[in-house]
């Protein structure tokens, strides 16, 4: 028996030993949940590759209040279920104090429930906006509402006095809550919808749509999807000669619409976070210089340019890092910590968080650009 | 606009990409004429050639010229290793159980391109410009009438093969009998072997004509594809006309049916179409129940 009591009482200092160790080397384990494959990977690869670089470039500078940070990072493939598997693993298992994503509205809906009951904070990098409408408490988001960039576009067709639009959605959850916010929002800026078409994510010819569009009595058209039903229509469009001025959603504000849609893009505006345009903005935008390192970190990183969402997962990362510096590497601390940060200039925009507000941005986390000599322009 | 200009437009649409769907569509009839199965895989030589076109074109830097007939060969090689490897060493099995080997094939095929490539969407340059061409109220490219053409050529070339050659006429022999064609010393694995090198050589062209359009993706085969198996079916599974008017068919009916409709229905009328044509006229809206299929 006394032989026994030894035993256990050495085991027991052993495991005592080894958790304060773990404690001592002061590891913050933060989870990463990336549609790194599947159809959002266009989302999810950027957005891994950011969660990365940041976790590596905080380490190199000493951490987090002299902690290492680890990045756990689990591949959804754009697949809601296998999204809420992987929250939990992270949860259970990888006892992470923070999670950033996952990169789609469905997904991070999916996933809600799991971080609510475990209490841990998530950070989504989805743009929809029932995601924190209304607030659950641990639940923020770093993409802009879809809401903002409807509201951009209606006011500066407000601005050239045009108010008679047709709307060319795509009929999946991007498309839908476009054209939900698009419908929502027409009144409130004196916006009459009279087109309002859809086209599927795979179409590979919308000239039916256009024309019907180039019959009717529309000003303007608004194009919400995301690669490549876009630089389809805006290649339809130019054959058909369409005259009224095209616009798109943020969903496309990336390199790559400008070089599907070749000499279609010319003149197609759309609101975008500001990355695309970091160095022509003017010198006084607060988020001028976190932009300006992120793009040439992810340069000098992944040689290809960094965009517009693989920033929801670097303000993902930082604000995290924010957090935990005011409120310690607990989930609670860091959610009490988030719900506090004002002024946070980060690459979707400037964060203002609050009780009441866990989406935290306002519509100047939009630009309106314009495509000019294959490259971004600001819209005038 | 007036009416008539919106229908010549959905017409003019329709046309190219009913095309498309026709010779994708033969790529299905002439393997099935000579082996009884459906080849699933039909759709993926249809996404090679607009990948392989693209690789060529970005990769090794050849001109267009040089790209799309060597694109076109290297997928026919693509469709000769499938039957050797996926068809040829399981004769004996059942057609069903092909029919499941074409559709494993698809999804490998499907993910060696993805890994091969990447998952992006890419753009191939049009043939000749893209300046649109107006007629009558309505506007083409100059890509839709390289479609257009160029299926009006493989069109007549298919005919004449099946026609007036050897091998064509032994193609077909083994489509009405096998054992018979194999009695009077048709080489009958050498013609399977054949119809799988034309419908995968048919397929890449297709997938490169359209690509300048569409644009090309490790994914695209799949709609294609279905579409491609619908006009066979409106055909009645023959490697003729009666196929490339189920595909010219089905394109028209599809831009008519998102532009007057609604385009939230264009696939659920391929569709529909497939479903109606398999309960009311299995052998194809042309076909008399005991017509020749070659």
């Not at chain 1, 086209?199 to 194009?223: E, H, N, W």
């Not at chain 1, 409120?327 to 506090?340: F, M, S």
């Not at chain 1, 866990?358 to 986390?365: E, N, R, W």
């Amino acid at each position: 028996m006394k032989f026994r009591f030894k035993t256990l009482a050495s085991a027991a200092a052993l495991l005592l030993a080894t958790v304060s160790t773990s404690f001592a080397a002061g590891t913050i384990k933060i989870g990463g949940l990336f549609a790194v494959t599947g159809p959002p990977a266009f989302l999810g690869e950027p957005e891994r590759n950011t969660a990365k670089m940041v976790v590596d470039n905080i380490n190199k500078a000493g951490g987090i209040k002299g902690q290492k940070v680890e990045l756990v990072v689990y591949d959804t493939a754009g697949d809601a279920t296998k999204a809420v598997q992987m929250a939990t693993k992270l949860i259970k298992d990888d006892k992470v104090v923070a999670i950033i994503g996952p990169s789609t509205t469905g997904e991070t809906m999916a996933v809600i429930p799991v971080v609510e009951k475990e209490k841990i904070p998530l950070i989504s990098c989805a743009a929809g906006s029932k995601i924190t409408d209304p607030v659950k408490p641990y639940v923020f988001k770093t993409a802009q509402n879809d809401s903002l960039a409807v509201t951009k576009i209606y006011e500066y067709l407000q601005q050239h006095k045009q108010n008679k639009v047709a709307i060319l959605t795509v009929s999946d959850g991007f498309g839908a809550s476009g054209r939900e916010q698009l419908k929502a929002l027409a009144g409130k800026h004196g916006m009459q919808i009279v087109v309002d078409d859809t086209y599927g994510p795979k179409d590979t010819d919308m000239t039916s749509q256009l024309t019907k569009i180039r019959g009717s009595q529309a000003q303007a058209l608004i194009v919400w999807g995301t690669n490549p039903g876009p630089a389809v229509i805006a290649k339809n469009a130019k054959q058909l000669g369409l005259k009224m001025p095209l616009f798109m959603s943020h969903g496309v504000s990336s390199k790559k619409f400008i070089s599907l849609a070749g000499d279609a893009a010319e003149g197609i505006k759309l609101p975008s976070g500001k990355v695309i345009v970091s160095d022509v903005l003017p010198k006084n935008d607060p988020q001028k210089s976190a932009l300006l390192t992120y793009v040439k970190d992810y340069q000098s990183h992944y040689k290809v340019e960094g965009d517009h969402f693989g920033g929801h997962a670097w303000d993902g990362v930082m604000l995290v890092k924010t957090a935990i510096e005011k409120g310690g590497a607990t989930p609670e601390g860091i959610r009490n910590a988030l719900e506090g940060i004002k002024d946070f200039h980060g690459i979707g925009g400037t964060f203002n968080f609050s009780a009441n507000d866990h989406a935290g941005l306002t519509k100047d986390a939009f630009i309106m650009v314009e495509i000019r000599n294959k490259d971004w322009v600001i819209a005038k | 606009m007036e009416l008539s200009h919106q229908l010549l437009q959905y017409l003019l649409s329709g046309l190219s990409t009913g095309a498309i769907y026709a010779l994708i569509g033969i790529g299905f009839s002439i393997i099935y004429n000579a082996t009884g199965i459906i080849n699933f895989a039909q759709g993926e030589f249809v996404m090679l050639g607009g990948m392989m076109t693209l690789f060529l074109l970005e990769a090794l830097h050849l001109p267009l010229w040089a790209a799309v007939p060597l694109a076109v060969c290297i997928v026919t090689l693509v469709g000769l290793g499938f039957e050797r490897l996926a068809i040829r060493p399981l004769r004996n099995a059942s057609p069903i159980s092909l029919v499941i080997i074409t559709i494993g094939g698809a999804i490998l095929i499907r993910g060696l391109a993805m890994l091969i490539w990447d998952k992006d969407t890419h753009a191939i340059p049009p043939f000749s410009g893209d300046e649109p061409i107006m007629l009558a109220g309505a506007t083409l490219l100059p890509q839709h009438l390289w479609i257009l053409g160029i299926t009006v050529v493989l069109i007549s070339l298919n005919k004449w093969f099946f026609n007036h050659t050897i091998s064509g006429k032994a193609m077909r022999a083994c489509s009405y009998n096998p054992r018979a064609a194999g009695l009077v010393g048709v080489d009958v694995r050498r013609m399977v072997l054949l119809s799988f090198m034309i419908s995968a050589a048919m397929g890449s062209l297709a997938g490169i004509i359209v690509a300048p359009l569409t644009m090309t993706a490790y994914d695209v085969g799949i709609m294609l594809g279905l579409k491609g198996f619908c006009a066979a079916i409106i055909g009645g599974m023959s490697s003729g006309l009666s196929t490339v008017i189920g595909g010219l068919i089905l394109g028209v009916l599809e831009s008519m049916g998102a532009g007057l409709i609604s385009s939230g229905y264009k696939d659920a009328i391929a569709f529909i179409i497939l479903l109606l044509i398999l309960f009311i006229r299995p052998q194809g809206l042309f076909g008399k129940p005991e017509s020749e299929r070659v």
